[in-house]
């Protein structure tokens, strides 16, 4: 779960590096998409943005760009210098290197072959999927203390009132409101139910403090 | 009675059977509002013209309109203490919010049949509006109980209707404090069918879906309509955003039929949700809803319950409001003393004398610039990516 290969593309929308940057920009527009790799005998040897293509070629409206359309190569405007990710990568690992690189998307690669590519969209959905916002729930904020237990605690509580999770996410830590306390983490419960009443309660009785939803 | 023939005749479609939708115990959802609602509406005098239209309940095939059969399978075998428990939680069903009861497929097919039949009475030209307050079990699934609903009146009226009279459009407009998503997707793809929701923002709050991005599919782009609502947001913030939308959104459709889903939990005093209006919000909105169907489409409106946990406080007065606009009746200034002494001793709070909030009651909060100014933006949002493409 949450690997590069779970969410990344796999029919992949490619180029020659001599196809013209007036091609390229079509296929961008018609397969609705914004990252091209570029294959050369099958092999990778660069990718190439819709903003790359557009800012290597006149405006709207210049009488040059009907020319410029054609002559341009992708070859021209492309990275070289590719970054890629493994199937096997941790969907977050390929996010931090999209971010460190300022890019939206990697191109897959495994042994050396073109499998996939995943871009800032699936990252995205697969974040919606990981919290569970896809799914009917009540989205609840709980402070922990940064203990052994407290999150098994926590989720026993929901455990005991017959409330299914539908997922939880974990942050780091942070300092307490009240001084001379542990330090806390917050926990992000998505839970199945209408109702959070009399489940706050408990939680509130078992010593968490409820940031979200408030107490009616 | 000059008012009703100036402007339309009323039904109000109830009997006891559709009572025993509940689901015991301290659950919330508990068809005590119900009775309150409708007794006071008696004490007030304003059903004294309109006696309750009976109904059946719907049949396996009206509910797997929109239901699967497998699922229907499902609730009869829960009601009857059949069915194993853990697939009957893959239905949604034996849950705290969805807990099984004795007969439940029977007392839920006929909330379907109320409506169904408040559907069919004004789509007969029998009577202009009709109100079923039973009714509003928006967030019941395809295949799976959700949030307290087993059967989606709504969505199964609304299909009924479309087979019925084909070509009609049908305006389903809901004002729960909960996002509207089992009428939404069950009609996402439709461009016959407008789904209006105006709720508190699912950021926290339950089902978490209803965001100005959910706008339809394919051909339906356009047709569902969103505007969550900051929690906290106050009467004030939320009929001008209702205002902004809501009629524009109407006319641009032109429906034949209005559904309004009237669940009256975004009240201040709800204990499930987070939003702070007033019964002023909860006249306005059907007082709209009532012109607006005499303006686009002959007057013909139906009205349902929702949504509505203050039991004692809010929903006897909101629903006694709506059936006042409905059946176009004045709504009296106070509560009916003799419903307030048949109640007030098995009530745990002290019930309201009158039947208005008095909004020195319920002071602004701290931050009601703020919040009336992110509502604005949700709205500005929706008339242009959505409204626009109606």
């Known amino acids: 779960m949450l690997l590069v290969k779970d969410s990344m593309t796999r029919e992949i929308v490619t180029l020659p590096p001599d196809e013209t940057v007036g091609t390229a920009l079509a296929l961008c527009r018609e397969r609705r998409i914004r990252h091209l790799p570029v294959l050369m005998e099958g092999r990778l040897v660069g990718i190439v943005s819709d903003r790359d293509l557009r800012s290597a070629t006149p405006a709207f409206g210049d009488q040059e760009r009907a020319a410029a359309l054609q002559e341009i190569l992708v070859e021209d405007v492309m990275a070289s210098d590719v970054v890629s990710s493994l199937p096997d990568d941790p969907i977050e690992q390929a996010a931090n290197t999209m971010r460190e690189h300022r890019i939206g998307s990697l191109p897959v690669v495994e042994s050396g072959e073109l499998v996939g590519i995943i871009t800032s969209s699936d990252v995205m959905n697969a974040l919606v999927y990981l919290v569970g916002a896809n799914e009917p729930g009540s989205r609840m904020e709980i402070a922990v203390p940064d203990r052994p237990g407290s999150l098994a605690g926590a989720a026993g509580v929901f455990g005991m009132c017959g409330i299914n999770i539908v997922s939880a996410a974990m942050g780091p830590t942070r300092e307490p409101k009240e001084e001379g306390a542990v330090r806390e983490r917050v926990v992000v419960f998505r839970v199945d139910t209408i109702d959070t009443t009399e489940v706050v309660g408990y939680l509130e009785e078992a010593g968490y403090s409820v940031l979200w939803p408030p107490r009616p | ?390």
């Open chain 2, 1 to 390: 009675m000059a008012a009703q023939a100036l402007s339309g005749r009323a039904a109000i479609v109830h009997d006891l059977a559709l009572e025993n939708y509940g689901f015991g115990g301290d659950h919330p959802f508990n068809p005590l509002r119900v009775r309150l609602a409708l007794e006071l509406c008696e004490a007030l005098g304003m059903l004294e013209d309109y006696p309750f239209v009976s109904s059946g309940p719907a049949t396996d095939e009206d509910l797997t309109t929109v239901h699967i059969l497998s699922y229907v399978r499902m609730v009869q075998k829960a009601g009857r203490g059949a069915g194993d428990l853990s697939d009957l939680l893959d239905y949604g069903l034996g849950t705290p919010d969805n807990p099984i009861f004795p007969d439940m497929h029977e007392a839920c097919a006929r909330v379907v049949g109320g409506v169904l039949a408040a559907c069919r009475l004004v789509m007969a030209g029998e009577t202009d509006h009709a109100m079923c307050i039973s009714g509003g079990l928006h967030h019941a699934m395809r295949s799976r109980a959700s949030g307290f609903c087993v059967y989606n009146d709504a969505g199964v009226a609304i299909s009924r209707l479309k087979e019925e009279h084909p070509g009609i459009r049908i305006a389903y407009v809901d004002t729960d404090a909960h996002h509207g998503d089992g009428v939404q997707w069950m009609f996402y793809s439709d461009p016959d069918v407008l789904s209006v929701s105006m709720r508190e923002s699912g950021r926290y709050l339950f089902p978490g879906s209803g965001g100005v991005d959910e706008k339809g599919r394919n051909g339906g782009v356009g047709y569902s309509v969103n505007v969550p609502l900051e929690p906290f947001t106050d009467d004030e913030s939320w009929i001008s955003c209702f205002e902004a939308v809501v009629p524009e959104a109407l006319r641009a459709f032109g429906p034949d039929l209005i559904l309004s889903q009237n669940g009256c939990d975004g009240h201040a005093l709800d204990p499930l949700t987070h939003l702070s209006a007033t019964t002023r919000l909860y006249e306005h909105v059907p007082h709209r809803i009532h012109d607006l169907a005499h303006h686009l489409c002959g007057g013909r409106w139906v009205a349902t319950g929702g949504g509505g946990y203050d039991i004692w406080r809010v929903a006897p007065r909101a629903w006694s409001a709506l059936w006042a606009i409905v059946s176009h009746q004045e709504l009296p200034e106070r509560v009916s003393e003799d419903w307030l002494s048949k109640w007030s001793g098995k009530s745990p709070v002290e019930l309201p004398p009158l039947m208005r909030d008095d909004p020195e009651d319920y002071p602004q909060g701290p931050h009601v610039a703020k919040l009336a100014e992110r509502n604005l933006r949700a709205v500005d949002e929706v008339v242009e990516k959505v409204l626009s493409r109606i």
